[in-house]
């Protein structure tokens, strides 16, 4: 009985020290905005790249989207259905990113800047809060054209507008459309051009011709200063992973490739 007695008591301190070595549940990202951020034209498969296995990133930023028409087609109840379901991850953080196609001139996506846009990355924010979700406010991706030596920031106005919600809300803010715009600044146009998805035509640039006379079977290039290739989308995907891990520094040690 006494051998039992000492077995027992063996196994009540053992329990802490086994309950303290067991693996801590991962994280998990969800990535939401426009063409920027999607598969093949964004930066979010190469940042979701970044992070280990068993950290579940889930890029569901679709191009031509914008912080209206990504909830108008329903896209956005996806992401609540995710959040709902959320116990086996330690925490869910949620990326939005909007601000291209929110711009004007673009039917049935683009917002106001001064009423609409703004309230609807608040609720984005808010929604994401309220399932226990983190809300991580993005400000949109510099588009990489130059007018002479200096930056075209055409985007400036949407990512203030970004910043001020996530300052009212208090919640967490990557300003990417500072940081690329710093980056791409600093490249000029020629290297800047470089993070594109297509090598730049050597006319690109000059007069259209006129209609009818082009060549018969010139490829269209799927080159422009929006959009990323593979190298654009290594640069962009390091900054948000290093500005993730300045905010959140739990999620370093979630990371296989330093940003």
């Known amino acids: 009985m006494k051998h039992l007695a000492a077995l027992l008591s063996l196994s009540l301190f053992a329990?802490?020290?086994f309950a303290a070595d067991a693996p801590s549940r991962p994280a998990r990202i969800i990535l939401v905005g426009d063409s920027t951020m999607a598969t093949k034209s964004g930066y979010g498969d190469a940042l979701c790249a970044r992070f280990k296995p068993q950290v579940r990133c889930i890029n569901l930023a679709r191009g031509g989207r914008s912080s209206g028409s990504f909830r108008a087609e329903g896209r956005w109840d996806e992401v609540q259905g995710l959040?709902?379901?959320?116990?086996s991850f330690a925490?869910?953080?949620?990326?939005?990113?909007?601000?291209?196609?929110d711009q004007p001139g673009k039917p049935g996506r683009s917002t106001d800047l001064v009423t609409q846009f703004p309230a609807n990355m608040e609720r984005y924010a808010a929604e994401v809060a309220a399932l226990g979700g983190v809300p991580v406010l993005v400000t949109p991706l510099t588009r990489r054209s130059f007018k002479g030596d200096y930056l075209k920031d055409d985007l400036a106005p949407w990512a203030a507008a970004t910043r001020r919600v996530a300052a009212q809300r208090k919640a967490a803010l990557i300003d990417l459309n500072a940081i690329s715009a710093a980056a791409v600044q600093k490249m000029g146009q020629?290297?800047?051009?470089?993070?594109a998805q297509a090598p730049r035509p050597a006319n690109f640039g000059a007069p259209a011709a006129p209609a009818g006379t082009e060549p018969q079977g010139t490829p269209k290039s799927a080159f422009d200063?929006?959009?990323?290739?593979?190298?654009?989308?290594?640069?962009?995907?390091?900054?948000?992973a290093s500005e993730l891990v300045r905010l959140f520094p739990d999620l370093k040690n979630q990371l296989a490739v330093s940003p």
């Open 190 to 195: 020629d290297e800047a051009d470089t993070l």
């Open 15 to 17: 329990a802490p020290a």
């Open 91 to 101: 925490q869910t953080y949620v990326l939005i990113q909007f601000g291209h196609n």
């Open 225 to 240: 200063r929006t959009h990323v290739g593979a190298k654009g989308a290594a640069l962009f995907s390091g900054m948000v």
């Open 83 to 87: 959040l709902k379901d959320g116990a």
